[in-house]
């Protein structure tokens, strides 16, 4: 039957979760469009699903509200950096050295 949200997905398996990419869930603290705890079990259910595929989903809570980073420019620029950080990572495992 069809599943109505990524979650529900994950939890049925199959091919929704064999080509799951790397993920990077990012939440805000006091976000009161879609509620932190949502991204903590999508997190689990990844890792439970799929224990063998270390480092392949992080959990980042940091300050804010709604989907907009909280706390000014410093705040931004540690947002960005780990997301360059976790996209270089997992690139770097598919390239090949020349």
């Known amino acids: 039957g ?3 949200s990524p979650y529900q997905s994950l939890l049925v398996g199959g091919r929704a979760l064999a080509e799951h990419p790397p993920a990077l869930l990012i ?6 469009i879609v509620a932190p705890a949502h991204s903590f ?3 689990q259910a990844l890792q439970v699903k799929s224990p063998d595929v270390h480092g392949a989903a ?19 620029i540690d947002d960005y950096a780990l997301r360059w950080t976790f996209l270089d990572r ?9």
């Not at 939440?27 to 009161?32: A, F, L, Q, S, V």
């Not at 997992?90 to 020349?98: I, K, N």
């Open 90 to 98: 997992h690139l770097a495992a598919d390239r090949v050295p020349r």
């Open 58 to 76: 992080l959990l980042a809570v940091s300050p804010g509200q709604e989907h907009q980073p909280g706390g000014g420019i410093d705040q931004l």
């Open 27 to 32: 939440t805000r603290d006091n976000d009161e």
């Open 41 to 43: 079990k999508y997190l």
């Open 2 to 4: 069809a599943t109505t």
